[in-house]
C-alpha cells in the first residue's frame, strides 16, 4: 500500500475489518438495529467517531 489508503471498488473508500464482540453486545447491536431500521456498521462506525473525539483512552 505505500502509505496510501487502498480503496476498494464499490464500498465508497470503505475498508473492511473483523472484530470480536461479547454475545451480550451483539445481540443489543442487533435489536437496536431491527428497532432503528438502520445498519450495524453505521452505528459502530458513529460510536468510534465519538469515542476517538472524546479522546479519553484512559482505560
Known amino acids: 500500500m ?6 476498494k471498488a464499490g ?3 470503505r475498508d473492511q475489518i473483523t472484530v470480536s464482540l461479547p ?5 443489543t447491536l442487533r435489536e437496536f ?3 432503528k431500521k438502520i445498519p ?3 452505528v459502530v462506525e458513529r ?3 465519538e ?5 479519553d483512552m484512559s482505560h
Open 2 to 7: 505505500n502509505g496510501e489508503r487502498q480503496k
Open 11 to 13: 464500498n465508497g473508500g
Open 23 to 27: 454475545a451480550e453486545l451483539v445481540e
Open 33 to 35: 438495529c431491527r428497532d
Open 40 to 42: 450495524p456498521d453505521l
Open 47 to 49: 460510536a468510534l467517531l
Open 51 to 55: 469515542y476517538f473525539r472524546e479522546g
